[in-house]
């Protein structure tokens, strides 16, 4: 296993390193390279995470320009399409070789259908961030030797990931082989795989709501009779280590912890509602001053200006991440959740809202807010000596619950999604369009090139940096622009519509 910490050393954008075999030397099993291509979804693009995806969602701000695009609508030098390029040449290419590799032998069904899942759960994210995007021919290039794939419509897209997830869930079976400890998430437990398996399918569902709402509500129901979450421990939690550091503890070391601070309407919505994670996940930067948000749009001098700043602080007085951090240091083990149970009640909740399924909206919300309140206990907390976070217990849930009574409104279940997607932020972003809450003030900094609207979509060429999967697939790059629209911030993707 000595391969896998060498495996997490780079990312090259190099078109012939994109296309290289990963099994060529044949030194891969099947169960190091399925870590490898969790690790490498976990593990890429912290600064694209907190630099664009959360201050888009106002979760995070930051003063600096360049390196917080998502903060002031501006273009960055920062190659905002490097998860995009970075998950083509790791993990999607790795994955679709362990799915090539495992299709035809019956014994070798369980880590060929746990691999269509994850493969799904990869593509499921890139569609959101950016739209059409190629999926039937992306990283087949050393099985086809296809180096310039088409690009795919969203829309075929999410049809054939729910068509996939309906083939591969039945067909996980217990009485085979499956992955060992190698799977971060699950250990290879088929019953937890299927669990994920559907409740993807769930959220790909809801995602469709606007566009497709027949077949939305279908799915729906496909999703919830086959079995989703059931608890926190059903979460998909990615245990990083020190050869797959968490990225948001990495960016937080590699910037010398300067860069960003806890946004003001995050803060505020925590702040307003009394709600007891905001000690749970935040701090002062400095001191044991009052925990204040940092408002989105300013910059090294209007930060100092108290008609943009009425609270007078410096940038260093502003909250700041107390997690994932042990005694103030950046905590590099410190794991990640994805797809979680909350997420999943409160999908359901919504559902329910909708005439879709049979529930009480009211008691699968306060479950999603529990769930949400009590997922953080697998951190680490640097004021309790590096032990767990000490999370609410019941009473201080209750409490929350009745001061905070559910009003039978979307935009509270919205709410409540939006602090549960806290540092999962690119489904942050997915979901504060599919749903519009929380409401978001847009700023208007001089020299946005959004005309002050709030990004709708992540650029793949990196606002105007030559993209290696744009450079050499040229004309399918712009019979996809030709198609969706120009590869701007406020193009809308497929399933975001008005």
Not at 199 to 212: D, F, G, T, W
Not at 270 to 296: E, F
Not at 310 to 321: K, R
């Amino acid at each position: 296993m000595l391969v896998i910490p060498l495996m997490f050393t780079s990312c090259k954008k190099d078109l012939a390193e994109i296309n290289i075999n990963p099994n060529t030397s044949n030194i891969l099993s099947y169960n190091a390279q399925f870590l490898y291509v969790q690790g490498c979804v976990h593990s890429t693009n912290g600064a694209g995470e907190m630099g664009f995806y959360a201050t888009a969602v106002q979760q995070l701000a930051s003063i600096f320009l360049d390196q917080a695009p998502g903060d002031k609508y501006m273009n960055s030098s920062d190659n905002l399409s490097y998860m995009y390029t970075s998950q083509y040449t790791t993990s999607i290419k790795n994955v679709v070789d362990l799915i090539y590799r495992t299709k035809n032998d019956p014994e070798l069904s369980n880590y060929h259908n746990i691999a269509r899942i994850m493969r799904v759960y990869i593509f499921q994210r890139l569609t959101d961030n950016h739209g059409d995007i190629p999926y039937k021919e992306g990283g087949m290039g050393f099985i086809d030797q296809n180096f310039t794939p088409e690009y795919d419509t969203q829309e075929s897209i999410y049809m054939d990931m729910l068509n996939e997830l309906k083939t591969a869930i039945p067909a996980l079976d217990e009485s085979r082989n499956t992955y060992d400890g190698s799977d971060s998430y699950y250990a290879g437990d088929i019953q937890k795989w299927k669990k994920l398996g559907y409740s993807l399918m769930l959220r790909l569902a809801m995602r469709m709501q606007k566009v497709e709402p027949v077949l939305a509500r279908q799915w729906v129901n496909n999703a919830i009779a086959g079995g989703v979450f059931t608890g926190n421990d059903d979460n998909q939690v990615f245990h990083h280590s020190g050869a797959i550091p968490n990225p948001i503890s990495w960016h937080i070391l590699l910037t010398g912890f300067e860069r960003f601070r806890l946004g003001r309407t995050f803060i505020d919505m925590l702040v307003n509602t009394g709600d007891p994670r905001l000690k749970m996940l935040t701090k002062p930067y400095l001191g044991n001053g009052p925990i204040v948000g940092l408002p989105n749009g300013l910059d090294a001098m209007t930060i100092s200006d108290t008609v943009h700043n009425p609270s007078g602080l410096t940038f260093d007085q502003f909250a700041y991440f107390k997690i994932p951090t042990v005694r103030w240091y950046p905590d590099f083990e410190a794991p990640s959740i994805g797809l979680n149970y909350a997420e999943v009640l409160f999908l359901q909740a919504e559902a329910v809202l909708r005439g879709w399924i049979d529930g009480d909206a009211r008691a699968l919300y306060e479950a999603g807010v529990a769930a949400s309140m009590t997922m953080w206990d697998i951190y680490s907390d640097n004021l309790n000596h590096g032990g767990p976070v000490i999370v609410p217990d019941a009473t201080a849930i209750k409490a929350y619950l009745t001061a905070n009574p559910f009003d039978g409104s979307y935009e509270m279940i919205g709410n409540q999604m939006y602090l549960t997607n806290y540092m999962n932020w690119v489904e942050a972003f997915a979901n504060w369009r599919r749903t519009g809450f929380p409401v978001l003030t847009p700023v208007n900094y001089p020299r946005n090139v959004t005309g002050g609207v709030i990004p709708r979509r992540c650029p793949l060429n990196g606002c105007g940096n030559t993209d290696p999967g744009v450079q050499y697939n040229q004309e399918n790059y712009n019979a996809m622009v030709a198609r969706q629209g120009p590869d701007t911030y406020t193009t809308r993707v497929w399933w975001d519509v008005p």
